[in-house]
């Protein structure tokens, strides 16, 4: 593949992927990560989900979701204990669980049977986060904390690495390369929504970018996952973005997943609930064979 790039520093030239990025760059069209976390196969013929609620509010809340995704086919439980709330201020419902969050997901995991995928946002916490994470999730807004992705990377934990909501692919790809110059393969990227001056609703702060997923696939051999909720804000745009993101070729989906979701304690816009988690999950799977002759059911 040829490249042709007269203006450097924006778009990816052929010299990036030689010098800037060579541990992240596609070989040859055929090079395609594959690894396995816990079991499920990223890179391969599935196509894993992650789910949850955006926080993991209570140690109720997190075991029915974990009970009620695992059955509807979801891979991974999602959920933060450590938010990045866009505010400082906080009230009863509005917060975050920390320690005592990673100790539910801790539970929920070990009593459900469903692996874990949690962010981490600060380096004091990494050793209690990778205890239990499976996946240690770096959020958009560290992105580009070098010396915060190297701390990670060090863990030697599996990583997701969240695009932040600016970056171009060159710059999320030279994040994605601190993770792997430290030795650490199991790296999946995650598009959650760019910033634009249009979103079509004015409680939507994003748009979807889903012509990244070809754009990075042609660039890297590493799994790049779509966040559909995220990207969206806005629950009735989740079914068929998450079903247009398979089609544009994504190799993992993350869905806000909730029972109450107008009652969720943080972005109540963007969750569905138990039943519409499991029909999407249905229709994902025709997608997902039609579309990239793959599966989201093992
Ligand atoms: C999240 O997944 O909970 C989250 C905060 O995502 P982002 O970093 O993409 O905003
Ligand atoms: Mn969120």
Request: with cysteine; charged share 25%.
């Amino acid at each position: 593949m040829k490249i042709e790039n007269k203006f450097p520093g924006k778009d990816i030239s052929e010299e990036d992927l030689k010098t800037k990025f060579p541990l992240v760059a596609k070989k040859n069209p055929n090079h395609v990560s594959k690894f396995e976390i816990q079991g499920v196969e990223f890179g391969g013929d599935l196509i894993p989900i992650f789910a949850g609620p955006n926080m993991v509010e209570s140690k109720e809340l997190i075991f029915n979701v974990a009970e009620n995704i695992k059955k509807k086919g979801a891979h991974f439980l999602r959920g933060g204990a450590f938010k990045p709330l866009t505010f400082p201020y906080r009230s009863e419902k509005y917060t975050e669980t920390r320690e005592e969050g990673i100790k539910w997901l801790a539970e929920a995991k070990k009593e459900v049977g469903i692996p874990v995928i949690t962010e981490v946002m600060e380096e004091k916490f990494i050793p209690l986060v990778s205890e239990t994470a499976d996946i240690i999730q770096i959020g958009s807004r560290n992105m580009q904390n070098y010396p915060f992705l190297t701390a990670c990377a060090k863990t030697g934990k599996p990583i997701m690495l969240k695009r932040h909501y600016g970056a171009s692919l060159r710059d999320w790809l030279g994040a994605a390369e601190y993770i792997l110059y430290e030795g650490n393969k199991k790296v999946i990227l995650c598009e959650r929504g760019v910033s634009v001056p249009h979103t079509h609703r004015s409680t939507s702060r994003f748009l979807i970018d889903l012509q990244v997923v070809p754009a990075a696939k042609e660039m890297t051999h590493l799994p790049i996952v779509v966040d559909p909720s995220h990207a969206t804000f806005w629950r009735p745009w989740v079914p068929s973005m998450t079903l247009a993101s398979i089609a544009s070729g994504a190799d993992g989906i993350m869905l806000e997943v909730h029972p109450d979701p107008k009652n969720s304690a943080v972005d109540p816009l963007q969750p569905i609930d138990f039943n519409e988690f499991g029909e999407l999950v249905k229709k994902m799977n025709l997608v997902a064979i039609a579309s990239q002759n793959r599966k989201v059911i093992k």
